[in-house]
């Protein structure tokens, strides 16, 4: 009986962890998504106040 609580807390510990890291993963995952949009889109701007300026001058 006194085993039984230990196993449950050590599969806890395991899962726990397991968790922290796919749920980090996916985090990351979705920041570099979301950046890589936000990079595309300032140069995408960036490009067009360029091009407006080159063919101003």
Known sequence: M?????KS???GEIKFPLD???SKET???MA???SFILIT???KRFGNQIQKKL???
């Open 2 to 6: 006194g085993r039984n609580p230990d």
């Open 20 to 22: 922290l890291i796919l």
């Open 41 to 43: 889109d300032i140069s």
């Open 55 to 57: 063919i101003i001058t």
């Open 27 to 29: 985090n990351l995952s």
């Open 32 to 34: 570099s998504i979301i």
């Open 9 to 11: 807390g050590h599969q």
